[in-house]
């Protein structure tokens, strides 16, 4: 029988349990490609996941893990052959279906993204959900008409993963970006990034008016509740936010004044579910658009064995940029 080193996640009376094991091949769920994977990430969610702080897993026993990069074994895909590098974000993995965690994954070729020429896996993984959604948000963004000469943009959760890739991604293309975090120790890192203001999270994240000073045109916001409240008041006329998180609450406690008054325009952005070419549109314009050396001041790399004490820091607030989990 064939097995593979795995974290695998169990639940127990006391909350979840977490051990490394000799997982089976034959274990693996249904699908049409068989993934040797060799990168992973540690993203928020996988930290909430990992320590069971929220309700991530809907399936146990489960192998965490939302995302990987690694190379095709076996694929009855029309679209993969062996030998592929592939990239996958999201689709379940890790919450429904076994995930990234274990030098092995067998999914749907549907779900999987080529590995973008230019990246490589260790690449791809630093980059992983979290700068894969900063992407998403910043197309949001970018279709929503807005641009560098109609004023600044603000992004919360500044030094976190969505937050620092967005900051790169943006100034990169001539935003003045206003960062919003809680640490301000951090303000050296995330002005080498591309941040041209550094402002208190605090300034955010208490109840707030129904309409603010306008101070921003754009933004990208990973914590929601009181904060992305303020940030909407906050908005220019005609300008917009680009939800993606929930680090402050899943609440929203706004008004419809900067909607009506203002013309400010909230844009979700689903990482999870997004459509396929959607989906290549961003890694596209990931591999070409992100300062690769920007990328590696960001990135922290650790073995497998790390994963369940870094997924307790990143829940704490602990880890800054990007984590990628080399798998072996």
């Not at 969610?45 to 192998?63: E, F, H, Q, S, Y």
């Not at 965490?64 to 052959?81: C, L, N, Q, W, Y």
């Not at 994954?105 to 791809?124: F, H, I, Q």
Request: proline fraction near 5%; include cysteine.
């Amino acid at each position: 029988m064939t097995t593979f080193k795995a974290l695998v996640a169990t639940k127990g009376e006391t909350g979840t349990n977490l051990a490394f094991t000799d997982f089976a091949e034959s274990d693996l769920m249904e699908g049409d490609v068989t993934v040797r994977v060799t990168h992973s990430t540690v993203n928020y969610k996988d930290g909430l996941a990992l320590t069971g702080k929220a309700p991530v897993v809907r399936r146990w026993p489960m192998i965490p893990g939302i995302d990987f990069a690694g190379r095709v074994e076996t694929s009855d895909h029309p679209g993969f052959k062996p030998g592929d590098l592939v990239v996958l974000n999201g689709w379940g993995t890790g919450e429904t279906h076994l995930g990234a965690y274990a030098q092995k994954s067998r999914v749907k070729g549907d779900w999987l993204v080529p590995l973008p020429e230019g990246l490589t896996p260790a690449e791809a993984m630093a980059i992983g959900t979290a700068g894969y959604t900063a992407m998403l948000c910043v197309l949001a963004l970018e279709k929503h008409d807005l641009k560098p000469t109609d004023g600044p943009v603000v992004v919360t959760g500044a030094a976190g993963g969505v937050g620092s890739v967005a900051i790169a991604l943006l100034a990169k293309a001539g935003w003045h970006v206003i960062a919003s975090t809680g640490r301000a120790e951090e303000a050296d890192y995330l002005k080498s990034l591309g941040a041209a203001e550094i402002i208190d999270r605090n300034e955010l994240a208490a109840p707030g008016r129904p309409l603010g000073k306008e101070r921003w045109i754009a933004g990208v916001d990973a914590v929601g509740s009181h904060t992305l409240a303020n940030l909407l008041s906050m908005t220019r006329y005609g300008g917009a936010i680009a939800a993606c998180g929930l680090a402050q609450g899943m609440d929203l406690p706004a008004s419809v004044a900067p909607f009506i008054l203002r013309g400010v325009a909230l844009l979700g952005v689903d990482s999870v579910m997004c459509p396929k070419p959607r989906r290549i549109e961003a890694w596209q314009r990931l591999a070409s658009d992100l300062d690769r050396d920007k990328l590696g001041l960001i990135t922290t790399t650790i073995p497998l064995d790390a994963v369940i004490e870094t997924g307790k820091a990143i829940v704490e607030g602990k880890v800054k940029g990007r984590v990628v989990v080399e798998i072996g």
